[in-house]
C-alpha cells in the first residue's frame, strides 16, 4: 500500500498561480502514474474529474482539456514526488484537488489504488 501526502492548496484571485505537491510513501511501479483530480463544490454527485497525470518511468504527461496550456505536471523520481504548477487559474478551477496513484489508463479513475487527503484550491474572481 501506498501512501500519498499532498499540499500546495489556497486561495487566490483569478490569474494567479499555484503549485500542487504529491509525495508518495513508495517510488510508483514501471507503467503507473500518479496526477490530480478534483472534486467541485455543488458537483458531488458527478465524482472527482481528471485534472493531470504524469507516468512515473518516463515522465509522459497527459491532461485534461479545461487545464490544457496552463496546467504543468512534472515529477522527481528521487523525491517520489509529483507536482502541478497551476497557471492562469480561473474561478471554474476551484476545487478540492485529490493526489492519486493509479494503474491502466492514465486518466481513469477506476484505476486509482491510493488517494491523498485532499487539498483546496479557491479562485475568486
Known amino acids: 500500500q501506498v501512501q500519498l501526502v499532498e499540499s500546495g492548496g489556497g486561495l487566490v484571485q483569478a490569474g494567479d498561480s499555484l503549485r500542487l505537491s504529491c509525495t508518495a510513501s513508495e517510488r510508483p511501479f514501471t507503467g503507473y502514474a500518479l496526477g490530480w483530480f478534483r472534486q467541485v463544490p455543488g458537483k458531488e454527485r458527478e465524482g472527482r474529474e481528471y485534472v493531470a497525470s504524469v507516468i512515473w518511468r518516463e515522465g509522459g504527461t497527459y491532461y485534461d482539456d479545461s487545464v490544457e496550456g496552463r496546467f504543468t505536471i512534472t515529477r522527481d523520481s528521487a523525491k517520489n514526488t509529483a507536482y502541478l504548477q497551476m497557471d492562469s487559474l480561473k474561478p471554474e478551477d476551484t476545487a478540492l484537488y485529490f493526489c492519486?496513484?493509479?494503474?491502466?489508463?492514465?486518466?481513469?479513475?477506476?484505476?486509482?489504488?491510493?488517494w491523498g487527503q485532499g487539498t483546496q484550491v479557491t479562485v475568486s474572481s
Open positions: 492519486a496513484a493509479f494503474r491502466g489508463p492514465y486518466y481513469n479513475i477506476a484505476g486509482v489504488y491510493s
